[in-house]
């Protein structure tokens, strides 16, 4: 049976693209620093950022899907002034080149990299970072397929806790359809083997919605009380800060049927958080 390696499928959108994967009587490996114990998936021990086991967890392998990055933003959700400037290169560059030059000496008949839609005008460094990643991915012999995807709500609900303590939150007023993993999931995974290649439709979420009542109904399913102050940002900042509204598939889970499982009586995780 073809096999499938997932590098980042212990992450937030890499275990719903696996757990896909399984239930489509798929073949997977997931390469992975520290290997899980999941046991109806094969674990490649390895690192992009050393190369370390990236060899060994290819062979045999018919497609690639690239899930793996390294965002210290979404890592600890939320940002520290040092994300303004810079953003470690070692996984999302350095290890899609190392990833894309062993496949390319092995029979790999494709080679999915998930990216991120607006990177062109990113001007954050991590969305540098992204696209330097992705332009490889484009420039390589392999066939290959870019997906980009919105902002995960798992990533904007955290950004959004980050706010929790101030009494007043200033919000930008700007359009945009962040979406959940699980939808993104499905879509890369049917790209994956649907035969096409290049670049594909973007992943968006199904609500085009401004950031404030975005916030809004985050504060509202927590059952904060606090002020959102929406303010304004330029086209240029906004879609900088990869503030867009994506045009292409869209997803089906909204944002505050999100919320409410996430928050919902009874979930631990709500009341991890200081109301
Ligand atoms: N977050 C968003 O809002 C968003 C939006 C659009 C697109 N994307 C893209 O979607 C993909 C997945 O994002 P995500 O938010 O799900 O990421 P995530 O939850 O932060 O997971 C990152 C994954 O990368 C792995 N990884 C990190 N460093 C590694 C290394 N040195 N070697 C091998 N694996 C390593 C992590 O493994 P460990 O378990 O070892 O840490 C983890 O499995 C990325 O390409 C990201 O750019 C994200």
Same mark, same amino acid.
């Given at each position: 049976? #073809?096999?499938?390696?997932?590098?980042?499928?212990?992450?937030?959108?890499?275990?719903?693209?696996?757990?896909?994967?399984?239930?489509?009587?798929?073949?997977?490996?997931?390469?992975?620093?520290?290997?899980?114990?999941?046991?109806?998936? =094969?674990?490649?021990?390895?690192?992009?950022?050393?190369?370390?086991?990236?060899?060994? /967890?290819?062979?045999?392998?018919?497609?690639?899907?690239? *899930? *793996? %990055?390294?965002?210290?933003?979404?890592?600890?959700?939320?940002?520290?002034?040092?994300?303004?400037?810079?953003?470690? $290169?070692?996984?999302?560059?350095?290890? %899609?080149?190392?990833?894309? !030059?062993?496949? =390319? /000496?092995?029979?790999?008949?494709?080679?999915?990299?998930?990216?991120?839609?607006?990177?062109? =005008?990113?001007?954050?460094?991590?969305?540098?970072?992204?696209?330097?990643?992705?332009? +490889?991915?484009?420039? !390589?012999?392999?066939?290959?397929?870019?997906?980009?995807?919105?902002?995960?709500?798992?990533?904007?609900?955290?950004?959004?806790?980050?706010?929790?303590?101030?009494?007043?939150?200033?919000?930008?007023?700007?359009?945009?359809?962040?979406?959940? %993993?699980?939808?993104? #999931?499905?879509?890369?995974?049917?790209?994956?083997?649907?035969?096409?290649?290049?670049?594909?439709?973007?992943?968006?979420?199904?609500?085009?919605?401004?950031?404030?009542?975005? *916030?809004?109904?985050?504060?509202? #399913?927590?059952? +904060?009380?606090?002020?959102? +102050?929406?303010?304004?940002?330029?086209?240029?900042? *906004?879609?900088?800060?990869?503030?867009?509204? $994506?045009?292409?598939?869209?997803?089906?889970?909204?944002?505050?049927?999100?919320?409410?499982?996430?928050? $919902?009586?009874?979930?631990?995780?709500? %009341?991890?958080? =200081?109301?």
């Amino acid at each position: 049976m #073809a096999l499938t390696l997932v590098t980042g499928g212990t992450g937030h959108l890499g275990r719903d693209i696996v757990d896909r994967l399984v239930r489509g009587g798929h073949r997977v490996r997931v390469l992975a620093r520290s290997p899980g114990a999941r046991p109806d998936i =094969e674990w490649a021990s390895g690192d992009l950022a050393t190369g370390a086991g990236l060899r060994d /967890a290819l062979r045999d392998v018919d497609t690639v899907i690239n *899930a *793996a %990055t390294h965002s210290p933003v979404a890592r600890r959700g939320g940002f520290r002034p040092v994300d303004f400037f810079r953003s470690p $290169s070692a996984v999302d560059v350095e290890g %899609t080149e190392r990833l894309l !030059s062993l496949s =390319e /000496a092995l029979p790999v008949r494709h080679f999915l990299h998930v990216s991120i839609v607006g990177l062109d =005008e990113a001007t954050l460094p991590y969305g540098r970072v992204k696209l330097a990643g992705e332009r +490889l991915v484009r420039e !390589s012999r392999l066939p290959w397929s870019v997906v980009r995807a919105m902002p995960f709500y798992y990533l904007l609900d955290a950004l959004l806790a980050g706010l929790a303590w101030l009494p007043v939150w200033p919000v930008p007023m700007t359009l945009f359809n962040p979406v959940d %993993t699980t939808d993104a #999931a499905d879509h890369i995974v049917a790209c994956a083997f649907d035969g096409t290649h290049g670049v594909r439709a973007e992943i968006g979420g199904p609500e085009d919605l401004s950031l404030d009542v975005l *916030a809004g109904q985050y504060r509202d #399913a927590r059952g +904060l009380h606090r002020k959102i +102050l929406p303010v304004s940002l330029s086209d240029a900042r *906004a879609r900088g800060m990869g503030f867009v509204v $994506s045009h292409g598939v869209r997803g089906r889970v909204i944002w505050s049927d999100w919320l409410r499982r996430r928050y $919902s009586p009874g979930r631990a995780a709500a %009341t991890a958080y =200081e109301t």
